[in-house]
T-cell receptor, first 114, second 111 residues
Framework: GAGVSQSPRYKVAKRGQDVALRCDPISGHVSLFWYQQALGQGPEFLTYFQNEAQLDKSGLPSDRFFAERPEGSVSTLKIQRTQQEDSAVYLC????????????FGPGTRLLVL | GQQVMQIPQYQHVQEGEDFTTYCNSSTTLSNIQWYKQRPGGHPVFLIQLVKSGEVKKQKRLTFQFGEAKKNSSLHITATQTTDVGTYFCAGRGAAGNKLTFGGGTRVLVKP
């Protein structure tokens, strides 16, 4: 595709509900990143995939957060038993290769937990 | 862990004036990237600096990487209303692909 796409763009969840956020990276991009951006803050790293391998998940805030990229393209970030503090914009980014490449960001999913 | 700080947090600029925003890392970086995020938008890559002391220019924007590879700056000349947005620096450490973003400088331009 022309760019990174994410769905849904907006999600309202009740506290305790599970949510799944989807990221379609640019075709052929090896690396995929998930970030969490709270209002007025910079993006914070959550996790990184190289193809289907999750090489770094050090930024996931708790075991309620889980990400996968089973076929090395589309990725899903799942949040179980959502809490109000999970409210944020979740950004996905992809880059052509591993290493020091430019990251191309998607539009983000704005999650509001009530 | 690695921390990246940006100052100022807010920058109110008169149209036509110059300003500089600064980025400081707690650790030595392998490279640093700058992104711009318009209100309601997502970060868009501007540039990457790799070498110690490197200076790159993009039209009215001048980016610099410090000699110690722990700090960077973005200087904008003759600010225009199109420069409105938040400018983030993001540093990559010696190992891994993880980018650590600063808190951003929010730029408002007064016409």
């Amino acid at each position: 595709g022309a760019g990174v796409s994410q769905s849904p763009r907006y999600k309202v969840a009740k506290r305790g509900q599970d949510v799944a956020l989807r990221c379609d990276p640019i075709s052929g991009h090896v690396s995929l990143f998930w970030y969490q951006q709270a209002l007025g803050q910079g993006p914070e790293f959550l996790t990184y995939f190289q193809n289907e391998a999750q090489l770094d998940k050090s930024g996931l805030p708790s075991d309620r957060f889980f990400a996968e990229r089973p076929e090395g393209s589309v990725s899903t970030l799942k949040i179980q038993r959502t809490q109000q503090e999970d409210s944020a914009v979740y950004l996905c980014a992809s880059s052509l290769q591993a290493g020091t490449e430019t990251q191309y960001f998607g539009p983000g999913t704005r999650l509001l937990v009530l | 862990g690695q921390q990246v700080m940006q100052i100022p947090q807010y920058q109110h600029v008169q149209e036509g004036e110059d300003f500089t925003t600064y980025c400081n890392s707690s650790t030595t970086l392998s490279n640093i990237q700058w992104y711009k995020q318009r209100p309601g938008g997502h970060p868009v890559f501007l540039i990457q600096l790799v070498k110690s002391g490197e200076v790159k220019k993009q039209k009215r924007l001048t980016f610099q990487f410090g000699e110690a590879k722990k700090n960077s700056s973005l200087h904008i000349t003759a600010t225009q209303t199109t420069d409105v947005g938040t400018y983030f620096c993001a540093g990559r450490g010696a190992a891994g692909n993880k980018l650590t973003f600063g808190g951003g400088t929010r730029v408002l331009v007064k016409p």
